[in-house]
């Protein structure tokens, strides 16, 4: 999951596994959410969002669940291959109409 | 890419040098975004637009000014640079149409300062 540590969380998977992101979010009032990954070296690009009145929304090879009564945000993908390595991290937007970034997660795919 | 190019992409500079970094959108979005990321903390808001000549501050604005004199030009300006200020800067475009708020992100501009 997120933290905000000097060091980030890391996941490692199998390629062609899936793989399991988590978000936990601070904001109640938040009402849209983004996930984005962000490879080295590079800028941050945009995977997928859900706004708060959905709990599941889907793009391809990528799911982002919403879990608003504990406040937890996941994205999945499926069939992780070797290009899918890199960091991932949420954002949430909240009544300051500003997005919040979490720290990310580290996603190392193995052959 | 969304259209958004960054400039310089590095720079190592010298304490209490001024600083100005420079963002460029062929996207014509409404709003321009100006974050550092450092190891440990999200990308964080330093000053952000929402229109030619419209800016306001962000979580981490001090030391900082910004210019916006045309919709495709975002300029970050460090007037006395300082070795906290090493960080990596992205830029951000959002148009806000309505439905999201989602910002799309330049490649990022490496600042060091010594």
């Known amino acids: 999951g997120e933290s905000v540590g000097l060091h980030l969380p890391t996941l490692s998977v199998q390629e062609g596994d899936n793989s399991i992101i988590n978000c936990a979010y601070s904001?109640?009032?938040?009402?849209?959410f983004i996930w984005y990954k962000q490879e080295s070296g590079k800028g941050p690009q945009f995977i997928i969002d859900?706004?708060?009145?959905?709990d599941k929304r889907q793009g391809q090879r990528v799911t982002v669940l919403l879990n608003k009564t504990v406040k937890h945000l996941s994205l999945q993908i499926a069939a992780t291959q070797p290009g899918d390595s890199a960091v991932y991290f949420c954002a949430e937007k909240g009544s300051a109409r500003q997005l919040t970034f979490g720290s990310g997660t580290q996603l190392t795919v193995l052959p | 890419d969304a259209g958004i190019t960054q400039s310089p992409r590095h720079k190592v500079t010298e304490t209490g040098t001024p600083v100005t970094l420079r963002c460029h959108q062929t996207?014509?979005?409404?709003?321009m975004y100006w974050y550092r990321q450092d190891p440990g903390h999200g990308l964080r808001l330093i000053h952000y637009?929402?229109?030619?000549?419209?800016?306001d501050k962000g979580e981490v604005s001090d030391g900082y000014s910004v210019s916006r004199s045309k919709t495709e030009d975002f300029l970050l300006t460090l007037e006395s640079a300082t070795s906290s200020q090493t960080s990596v800067y992205f830029c951000?475009?959002?148009?806000?149409?309505?439905?999201?708020?989602?910002?799309?992100f330049g490649p990022g501009t490496r600042l060091t300062v010594l």
């Open positions: 904001n109640s009032a938040s009402d849209y």
């Open positions: 951000a475009i959002s148009d806000r149409s309505g439905r999201t708020d989602t910002q799309y």
């Open positions: 637009s929402y229109g030619v000549k419209d800016t």
């Open positions: 996207e014509n979005h409404r709003y």
């Open positions: 859900i706004r708060s009145n959905m």
